[in-house]
């Protein structure tokens, strides 16, 4: 081992820092073996498991989708959640969304209370509802994969059954709270504690732009994530 400051007997300075570059090296090389997550902004969010499938939910807002995608999730159909036309495609590309929340052919129609998997990725199809966004046509999502619950909810208010989301084992609660076209930060946090969220990242945090950090950060939580447009994080079980 190498400390910081010190230069081993008998190895020179310029050694030494080659050997702790190439440590740096190597754990750039590493880093991103991981499950991450990157946030675009508004809604819009990439996951990228451990193993390099690829899901892209509700995408809008800025950001890099040239990593194609396996799997598109798309939770309603208004516009700032359904470019589903930026992002770069496999062959083998799933594009699931409620009927007439896009326009190409051959997406899968995702009905509230469905369970489908595409590899290793497994999607429960969930209720999403409030004034602003008719539950018949806007859905939410509970994604698993590397052990790892992910519940990301479109845009809704609190919902009664949400009560009942604790039975899943939620690792990450993906909620929105701009408290104009979705509920606010309270509400927010009334639904990450009645799933029992073990962790919650604020999403539609601004009526009108990408990302409000007074929003987000007011969500209160067992554990609050906030992100910002353009960071990725690493996920946990």
Same mark, same amino acid.
Do not use: I, T
């Given at each position: 081992m190498i400390i910081e400051g010190e230069v081993p007997m008998g190895m020179s300075l310029t050694y030494s820092i080659s050997v702790i570059s190439l440590g740096l090296l190597a754990a750039v090389g590493t880093a991103g073996r991981g499950t991450e997550l990157s946030y675009f902004g508004r809604a819009s969010v990439k996951i990228r498991t451990a193993s390099g499938f690829v899901v892209y939910i509700d995408p809008y807002a800025p950001g890099d989708y040239s990593e194609p995608a396996d799997l598109i999730l798309v939770t309603h159909g208004h516009r700032d959640h359904n470019r589903v036309g930026l992002v770069k495609r496999k062959p083998t590309t799933v594009v699931a969304a409620p009927? /007439?929340? =896009?326009?190409?052919?051959?997406?899968?129609? %995702?009905?509230?209370?469905?369970?489908?998997? @595409? /590899?290793? =990725?497994?999607?429960?199809?969930?209720?999403? %509802?409030?004034?602003?966004?008719?539950?018949? @046509?806007s859905r939410g999502y509970i994604v698993s994969f590397d052990g790892i619950v992910l519940y990301h909810a479109g845009d809704t208010d609190y919902l009664p059954e949400m009560a009942d989301y604790g039975k899943y084992g939620i690792s990450y609660a993906i909620l929105p709270c701009d408290g104009f076209y979705n509920m606010g930060p309270d509400e927010a946090s009334r639904c990450a504690e009645a799933m029992k969220a073990k962790r919650v990242i604020p999403i539609h945090s601004s009526k009108d732009g990408n990302f409000d950090e007074k929003n987000a950060r007011a969500v209160k939580a067992r554990s609050l994530v906030v992100i910002k447009p353009g960071e990725t994080v690493t996920l946990e079980p």
């Open positions: 009927d /007439g929340a =896009v326009s190409e052919k051959g997406a899968r129609s %995702a009905a509230e209370g469905d369970v489908f998997r @595409v /590899g290793q =990725v497994e999607v429960r199809v969930m209720a999403a %509802a409030n004034d602003n966004h008719d539950r018949s @046509v």
